[in-house]
């Protein structure tokens, strides 16, 4: 799917390494595609977002998680130039810096971000859903004919461009099986449908780095499975897959990597089965939940978080039972 389809991919030689790291907020990883440090976004007296320092394995799916408001959407806004740092950015002391393949990002709108080959997705807003299922596919091209006058004005290469991107979304719309709905509209589809389409169009950039707004929200279980064998075959060709989610079962099963965080900073970091039920965690989750009435679609409740834990107990008793 992206440029790195040889990525020499070998989940177990990966699972391997990450499980050699120390399990601490900001521990360096051994092939970071992305570092951030001191990245901080205030609203009034209100601290939303305040990472030290955090880096993102090349090649591993990493989620990111944390309690209600802890800040993940915002550093996902953040990182992908959707929003600014309140210390400013750039290499000054006590302003935030990141980069994305070694090249700072600081200073770098969100199209250049997404030209840079870190893409997120988007939900559909009024307008997506009006148009057609292709036509969204083709605005996910990083080179849109109308975008680029340069282009516009060489009408063959133009129209060359245009054929290519059709290609390329027909085949992504196959491959997440939505060919057959190309031609209708956008709004039409079903909730899992949408979250097919999001992924798919993000695609059409080839990314590097994919990154993902809770991609389980409101999808029906008959297409769980199919979103979360198509995250993990995007992980196996090589791109880099950062998601934000609550779906705990979700996390558990396709993450190579959790990072936690809780009120605006990154509180824990490790592999999925002891990031997870670590006492800090549970605690941050708790101490978050603790004065709210919850809502009916909060999946992380109290008795969530324990069944996790006893089945990821009864997992590791297992696993050392075979050794
Ligand atoms: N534009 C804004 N103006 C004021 N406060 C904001 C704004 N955006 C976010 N916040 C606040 O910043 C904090 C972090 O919010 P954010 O949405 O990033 O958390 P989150 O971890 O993504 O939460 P959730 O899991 O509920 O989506 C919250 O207290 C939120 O109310």
Known sequence: MSDQANYPYDRAALRAELRTLEQRPGVSKPDPILTVDNMQRRFGGMTAVDVEHLEVQRGAITALIGPNGAGKTTFFNLLTGFDRPSNGAGSGSGKAGWAFEGRALGRTNATKVARAGMIRTFQLTKALS???????????????????????????????????????????????????????????????????????????????????????????????????????????????????????????????????????????????????????????????????????????????????????????????AAR
């Open 130 to 320: 009006r148009m057609t299922v292709l036509e969204n596919m083709l605005i996910g091209a990083n080179d849109q004919p109308g975008e680029n006058l340069f282009v516009g004005l060489v009408k063959p290469l133009w129209a060359k461009r245009e054929q290519e991107n059709i290609e390329r979304a027909d085949e992504l719309l196959k491959r997440f099986k939505l060919d057959a709905k190309r031609n209708d509209l956008a709004g039409g589809l079903s909730g899992g449908q949408k979250k097919l389409l999001e992924m798919a169009r993000a695609l059409m950039a080839n990314p590097s780095m994919i990154m993902l707004d809770e991609p389980m929200a409101g999808v029906n279980p008959a297409l769980t499975q199919s979103l979360l064998e198509h995250i993990q075959s995007l992980r196996d060709e090589g791109t880099t897959v950062l998601f934000v989610e609550h779906d705990m079962h979700m996390v558990r099963h396709i993450s190579d990597w959790v990072v936690v965080m809780a009120q605006g900073q990154v509180i824990a970091e490790g592999l999925p089965e002891e990031v997870m039920t670590s006492k800090a965690v549970v605690d941050a989750y708790l101490g978050a939940h603790h004065d709210r009435d919850l809502g009916d679609d909060d999946v992380l409740t109290t008795g969530v978080i324990r069944a996790i834990a006893e089945e990821v107990a009864e997992e590791v008793e297992e696993e050392e």
